[in-house]
């Protein structure tokens, strides 16, 4: 069974940059493709960014991109989600997800593990 364990959130200023952690384990990584998704106050959980089984290619959210960075070490069983320029609207619960189709997707249905959500903050 996969497990997938986030660290690296809290509160930081506007402006500032955060990286984010995800630990995975119980299958072969290099078989999955990863998403980070997000969920902000009072709305839905959207996505954010994903990237191939080899980090051969990246895709990110309109809202991210330019900003945030989505890469992966294989050899670590770990992907990391580089957050710069942060913005008050990037306040949410972050969740790294897994799965082993190809592709992934943008949508939720398209992973089949979760890790459980950290917190990040960002304060104007």
């Known amino acids: 069974q996969v497990q997938l364990v986030e660290s690296g959130g809290g509160l930081v200023q506007a402006g500032d940059s955060l990286r984010l952690s995800c630990a995975f384990s119980g299958r072969t990584f290099s078989d999955y493709c990863m998403g980070w998704f997000r969920r902000g106050p009072g709305k839905e959980r959207e996505f954010v960014g994903r990237?191939?089984?080899?980090?051969?290619?990246?895709d990110y959210a309109d809202s991210v991109k330019g900003r945030f960075i989505i890469s992966r070490d294989n050899a670590k069983n770990a992907v990391y989600l580089q957050m710069n320029s942060l913005k008050p609207e990037d306040t949410a619960v972050y969740y790294c997800?897994?799965?082993?189709?190809?592709?992934?997707?943008?949508?939720?249905?398209?992973?089949?593990?979760w890790g459980q959500g950290i917190q990040v903050t960002i304060s104007s």
């Open positions: 997800a897994a799965t082993s189709t190809p592709f992934g997707g943008r949508a939720i249905n398209d992973y089949n593990y």
């Open positions: 990237i191939g089984r080899i980090g051969g290619w990246q």
